[in-house]
């Protein structure tokens, strides 16, 4: 087993207000601490689906696990082969190299708190899923910065099945 000792000799603090907020509804992402902020140790965001809205597309990481914490609301959240429905206090860690994803449940909002760690500088990542919504750059770019953000994106029978 490894360790990751973070090279920070600071604490990190984020006042909500002073949070950048990326997207819109029904799909919203506070960026609130990345990996340069917290010496390497975690990456983290808060995530606002409303109405069913999916979150992330099957993917995984080679080099991080993603924590997933259910503030508020319903999310299915997809850990390898199995979708998990999850409620307000519930917890998932989705190892290194384990296909994931996650929406709200259907018809409902859910309000998330991601932590991947190690951490990847992933605020960038997100700001570019902002530009292709807008129509700035195409969806393929995506596959374009896979290794750059260790997000690797894959097909999910589960998830497709998934009510």
Known sequence: MSLLVPKADESVIV???????????????????????????????????????????????DNSAEMFFLLDGAAQILSGDQV????????????????????????????????????VERFEYFRHLQRIALGEVGPESLLEVQELYDNHFTKSAAWDARG
């Open 15 to 61: 006042r909500d207000a002073e949070a950048e907020v990326v997207g819109r509804a029904p799909t919203t992402v506070k960026l609130l601490a990345d990996s340069s902020a917290t010496g390497g140790a975690l990456s983290t965001q808060r995530v606002t689906l409303s109405g069913g809205a999916d979150g992330a597309k099957p993917h995984w990481h």
């Open 84 to 119: 998990v429905t999850a409620g307000p206090g519930d917890l998932i860690v989705v190892p290194p190299g384990l296909p994931h994803a996650f929406a709200a449940a259907p018809g409902t909002d859910a309000d998330l708190l991601i932590v991947i760690t190690p951490g």
